[in-house]
T-cell receptor, first 114, second 114 residues
Framework: DGGITQSPKYLFRKEGQNVTLSCEQNLNHDAMYWYRQDPGQGLRLIYYSQIVNDFQKGDIAEGYSVSREKKESFPLTVTSAQKNPTAFYLC?????????????FGNGTRLTVT | AQSVAQPEDQVNVAEGNPLTVKCTYSVSGNPYLFWYVQYPNRGLQFLLKYITGDNLVKGSYGFEAEFNKSQTSFHLKKPSALVSDSALYFCAVRDGRGNNRLAFGKGNQVVVIP
């Protein structure tokens, strides 16, 4: 089945540690996205990539980093600089770089930092 | 910048009754509008979209939405709600002038009472 795989489903880290969330897609989509979801705040865009080896900051990029070395992979690193990293993180992809294609989402990674 | 408002935090409806989830939007150009549904601890699933054409859009699982340009609204509707429709619903908008960012509303929790 085609889709987006996020791993792990749950992740626990100590404060001050960097952590990398995995996102892999086999949909052959060009565009990929990372969102953060907090209760009552909807989804906020962290980073997005429209093509391999290129990515742009979203609305809340501070404390995060990404890479896009392969079309199917878009890992997100939550660094120790992110002040409030505990959240539900969602990866998504879309088949075009324009505006009309819907996003396909993974099932998310719930990160807890203590 | 584009934005979405979902004015109600929670919508309660009895099983079998009509369900409406409200959404209003703000964009500079023509709106591309989307509805997504999220079940607990899962990613978002695409329900339907309006890009152009007929103002009444039909989507998955019996849902439909009506685009109203004068009221800048895109309310989601279902004629007869099921208990399994209980979930979090998100409205989203993209600016049709080429901005690739999708702005999400905060989401509406729908509770269908048996």
């Amino acid at each position: 089945d085609g889709g987006i795989t996020q791993s792990p489903k749950y992740l626990f880290r100590k404060e001050g540690q960097n952590v990398t969330l995995s996102c892999e897609q086999n949909l052959n989509h060009d565009a990929m996205y990372w969102y953060r979801q907090d209760p009552g705040q909807g989804l906020r865009l962290i980073y997005y990539s429209q093509i391999v080896n290129d990515f742009q900051k979203g609305d809340i990029a501070e404390g995060y980093s990404v890479s896009r070395e392969k079309k199917e992979s878009f890992p997100l690193t939550v660094t120790s600089a992110q002040k409030n990293p505990t959240a539900f993180y969602l990866c998504a992809s879309s088949e075009d770089q324009g505006a009309v294609a819907p996003l396909h989402f993974g099932n998310g990674t719930r990160l807890t930092v203590t | 910048a584009q934005s979405v408002a979902q004015p109600e935090d929670q919508v309660n409806v009895a099983e079998g009754n009509p369900l409406t989830v409200k959404c209003t939007y703000s964009v500079s150009g023509n709106p591309y509008l989307f509805w997504y549904v999220q079940y607990p601890n899962r990613g978002l699933q695409f329900l339907l979209k309006y890009i152009t054409g007929d103002n009444l859009v039909k989507g998955s699982y019996g849902f439909e939405a009506e685009f109203n340009k004068s009221q800048t609204s895109f309310h989601l509707k279902k004629p007869s709600a099921l208990v399994s429709d209980s979930a979090l619903y998100f409205c989203a908008v993209r600016d049709g002038r080429g901005n690739n960012r999708l702005a999400f509303g905060k989401g509406n929790q729908v509770v269908v009472i048996p």
